[in-house]
Each structure stands twice: as C-alpha cells, then as structure tokens.
C-alpha cells in the first residue's frame, strides 16, 4: 500500500508544479495559495509513503483544504449587490450551490488567461496586456462585493440544463425598477466578472441584471439553451420585472440576436456587445450594438451592418473583441442612455420586421 502511495505520489508530482507555477503567476487569492499549499502537501505526503513524515503531512493537507474550503463556503455566498440562486425546471429558485462557492472565480480566469496567452491561442489586440486588465477588474469586484459565488465549477461539471442552472443575479440594495436585464454570457462559460462588470452601471439606477449559465460554448441558440433563456426571464419577471431587456455577450450576442425574432412579446430591447449572427433577422426591438473595431474573433464590419438594417444604435468602439473590459467606460455610457429606466428607450419606427429587410433605415430616438 506505502508503495502504491509512493508511486502516485511522484506520478503526480510534475502535474502538480505545472498546476502551481502557472497559478502562482496570476498571483493567487488566498484560498488559491491555501489549495495549492494543500495540494503540494498531500503531493508530498503521498511520495514519502514510506517515511514517517508522509501521513503527517497527508493529514495536514486534508485540514488545510478543509479548513479552507469551510471558510470558502461560508465567505463565498453572496455579495453585496452580486448573488447566485438555481433555477429548475419550475423557475423556482434556491441559493448557490456548495460547488459555486468552493473557489475564488479569478484564480479559475486568470490562470486560464495565462495559459492561453503563453499557448497564442488567443488572436485578438485586446490579449495583450488582458490579464493586468483582467486583475484590476476582479480587484474592483472584491473591493465592492467581498468574496462571491461562480458558476465556473458547476458549468465545468456538466450542471447546466433547463432542469437545473445557476444564475447570477446582481440586484439593487434599495427600491427596484420594473426593468431587468436577460444578460447571455459567450465561450467559456458563465462567470460572476463579466456578468458584475456589465450589470455595474446598471444596478446604480435601479435595474436588476440577470445572467444565466449554459454549457461552457455559450450556445443559447440550442433548443437547452433557449429554454434556459425562457426559464431565466421568467425567474427575474418573479421577482417584480415588467419590462426585460435582452443581452449577450461574443456568443451570447450572437445567441440573442438569434433568440429575439423567436420570442415576440417577450422582451423589450436588445443588446449586442462583441457579437451578432450573420443570418440573424431583425427583432424589431429598439437596439443597442456595442463592437470593438478592432475585433479578431468576432465580425466588426458584421455588427455595423446588422445595426444599420435593423434601425439600431452602433457604438464603435478603439478595441478588440474584449471592450466591455478595456473601454469599461465607454460600455457604461452607452448601456445607461440605452437601458436607464429614467430614460426609457422610446421608438418611433421600431424597426424593420424580423421576416422582412427594411429598404431604409429605421430611426431609433433614445429619450
């Protein structure tokens, strides 16, 4: 038995040095540093088998990552505006799942980044330099919200079906607006950051953002998928949502693009950041499309023409496809005066039909 420790012991050793230098490089959170301590202990412990140190420090790495995990499950629940519940089948709702809360999101997201930008699987401007942009963001998050739930783990782990997904729901701490927001999150899956990031600006005036997780490819087009988006809408219309804004991000704009022509009556306007698809028919909705001119992964030119025909709004951005990140500012500008309830979106001709092509560009006045 001391053997066979021994032997998985130095079997993974390597893997875990690997895991460790490339996670140590982002730099850690605490729990990170405290899960990869533990992990390099157990390690450790299992390689000297035979020794007498090797159960002591088997020991010691299972109080460790207990310890920490403990104090993750009760740190990680909620934020301050930033929350988590589970919806089933039913649209009935729960709180996080214990998995959501296990790890910090950014150790996940930035040594992901890292690993990407040291592979150049990333062609797009907006890597370069992404991950100091990256930290800054998550260190923004944890200043205003503390230590949050993330659905990373859950969506990793095949946990997302219409019979049961997390959402993220970022909601104001007073008096709420009849306006909430479907937002879809793109390739990779969902993460707390993005959704928090785009619902900032927001939930100051009083709307509620809602962000619900697919698998990991961010296919909301799917016929899962759509019914995540069906059952997503109805869970914020529970919570008091007279009028519900659809969103997306990269593939998830271009799942909502698709979605809004099918779901007449169920939304009130549509947002399109990094994203749209190229056979996707007009809404009819009042459109805001938000694009980086300089956008490897996903088509400028594309957005601008989808907004042109479609009557809708273009906001040109000097980034990549990463600009909700690296022009925050600009972002928020551009979702305020589109979805601030104090200016509600009012349209004159609200554009073309989503069956029929207009010959002329339909005007949108942004009141």
Known sequence: MKTALTVLGVALSPFVLVAAALLASTPLSWSGTAYVLGAATLTAGLALAKKRAGPWLRWAALALVTVTAGARLSTGARGEAVTMVTVDGHASTSSARLLARLVDEEDVALSGARALEATGLWHDPDTRGL???????????????????????????GAQSPRGFDMVIAAPAGPASDTAVLFLHGFAGNFTLPCWRFARPLVARGVTVGCPSTTYEGHFWTADGAAIVTLAREALVARGAKRVVLAGLSNGAISASLLAPRSKGAFSALVLVSGVAGDAPCSGLPTLVVHGRRDAMTSPALARSYASRCGGRYV?????HFAMLVRATEVD????????????????????SPTRRSRGRARVRYA
């Open 333 to 352: 500008a551009a979702l305020v005066a589109f979805v601030d309830p104090g200016r509600r979106v009012v349209s004159r001709a609200a554009g073309p």
């Open 131 to 157: 991950v100091p942009v990256m930290r800054a963001a998550y260190g923004e998050m944890r200043a205003a919200e503390g230590d949050v739930p993330s659905p990373v783990l859950t969506t990793y782990v």
């Open 316 to 320: 040109d951005l000097d980034a990549g």
